[in-house]
């Protein structure tokens, strides 16, 4: 007896059995799942919800299919603990079989993961943290975020051409600030400069005052500042209750601390700080201005740095697979992405195919208003720059 469909019904009854054999393994073959690990709650929330809503924005505009698989982001709340970001990187690997681990948005998180990463023959894409040694923990490791060596050289540049001779520094007590103290210091000094002072505050609850008092009686020209995201407000407030604005001293810093996040809700104290960065909302790219657009859309905020090191590692992710024909060999993967280049929202970048860090440009900016609101406006730019740190060795 035949069916409408014009085969009989043991014959659809054998196609039925059949598809429900290779059903779901050629399911899990067609999809490609990227673990995206991410602070989504805790102090460091913002860097989650940012580079979240930019790996989504990244699969809206360029569709879920890349190289004939299905691309599926799997999100996990690490809440900022290098702990549970090895578990759940650990779960990923060993229950969701993911590909890529990505995210990472501080640099203790990175450190925890990158192990599996190599045991694994894993992918693990870094779009936050930013130790310049974090690469160097696993030949698997590629980074879309930026290294705070190579953002902070440029600060002290303008630093010591801009009349700055004795400055002081103050940085979050962990890889970046360290990383950040190091290289304005050098910078600055060989330029004939001097740090007169240097003060760590806590990464958790930090409270500036009392480092802010010991920078009010040393009276440097400046105070070069490295906090990570989201921690910029409290600074500016505790700057502005010690009467800090109104010193005489420079306040000068990286991007992180007016973060495009937050920096209009500082107030008219920001106007006029200067800092060194490798992304700004206002970059005046077509690239940028679509990315920003479509970003308030869909996020209803402005994107920061952090979003851009998401959406390029979400970019990196998806060429790597056109290279090897959709192929998930980690190996092949990370080959793939070594020497690529492509033009950001935040200008053109490359990966270092030695370092597998990201070469990009590295803008001076002022905060100035425009239309109303603050923004880091970019006035000067150091040309395709690499992580400093390994460009010695
Ligand atoms: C790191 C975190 C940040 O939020 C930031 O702005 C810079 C560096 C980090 O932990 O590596």
Redesign the pocket.
């Known amino acids: 007896m035949k069916t409408k469909s014009g085969f009989s019904r043991r014959a659809l009854i054998a196609i039925g059995g059949a598809a429900m054999l290779v059903g779901p393994a050629l399911a899990q073959a067609q999809t490609v799942k990227v673990g995206l690990i991410l602070p989504m709650t805790g102090p460091?929330a913002s860097?989650g919800r940012q580079i979240e809503a930019a790996a989504k924005l990244y699969i809206a505009q360029n569709g879920a299919t890349v190289a004939g698989k299905t691309i599926e982001l799997v999100i996990k709340d690490d809440t900022g603990t290098p702990d549970v970001t090895r578990r759940i990187a650990q779960e990923l690997l060993v229950n969701d079989k993911v590909s890529f681990l990505a995210g990472f948005?501080?640099?203790p998180l990175a450190f925890a993961a990158a192990p599996l990463a190599t045991q694994s023959k894993t992918p693990l894409i870094v779009m936050?943290?930013?130790?310049s040694s974090i690469t160097e923990q696993s030949p698997f490791v590629v980074r879309s975020s930026f290294t705070?060596p190579q953002i902070t050289i440029g600060i002290a540049d303008w630093a010591s051409k801009n009349g700055i001779k004795k400055a002081m520094t103050l940085v979050s007590d962990?890889?970046?600030g360290i990383d950040a103290e190091k290289a304005f210091k050098e910078r600055l000094t060989a330029a004939g400069g001097e740090v007169v002072g240097d003060v760590r505050v806590p990464l958790r609850n930090p409270d500036f005052s009392p480092f802010l008092q010991r920078v009010s009686d040393a009276k440097p020209d400046a105070l070069f500042v490295f906090v990570?995201?989201?921690a910029g407000s409290q600074f500016m407030k505790q700057f502005v209750e010690r009467g800090l604005d109104k010193s005489g001293i420079k306040l000068i810093a990286t991007g992180?601390v007016t973060d495009d996040d937050i920096v209009d809700s500082m107030g008219d104290v920001a106007l006029g700080t200067i800092t060194t960065h490798h992304y700004s909302a206002a970059h005046p790219s077509p690239e940028n201005k679509a990315f920003v657009e479509a970003f308030r859309k869909a996020a209803n905020t402005r994107p920061n740095f952090m979003a851009v090191g998401g959406w390029d590692g979400m970019h990196l992710i998806y060429e790597a697979l056109k290279k090897t024909n959709g192929a998930t060999d980690g190996t092949a993967l990370v080959e793939a992405m070594k020497g690529m280049s492509w033009v950001s929202p935040r200008g053109p970048v490359s990966i270092d195919p030695k370092t597998r860090d990201i070469v990009q440009n590295v803008y001076v900016r002022k905060v100035e208003k425009v239309n109303g609101e603050l923004y880091n406006v970019e006035f000067s730019t150091f040309e395709a720059v690499p992580d400093p740190v390994k460009a010695a060795k």
């Open positions: 460091f860097t948005g501080l640099t936050a943290a930013a130790t705070l962990y890889g970046p990570p995201s989201g992180d």
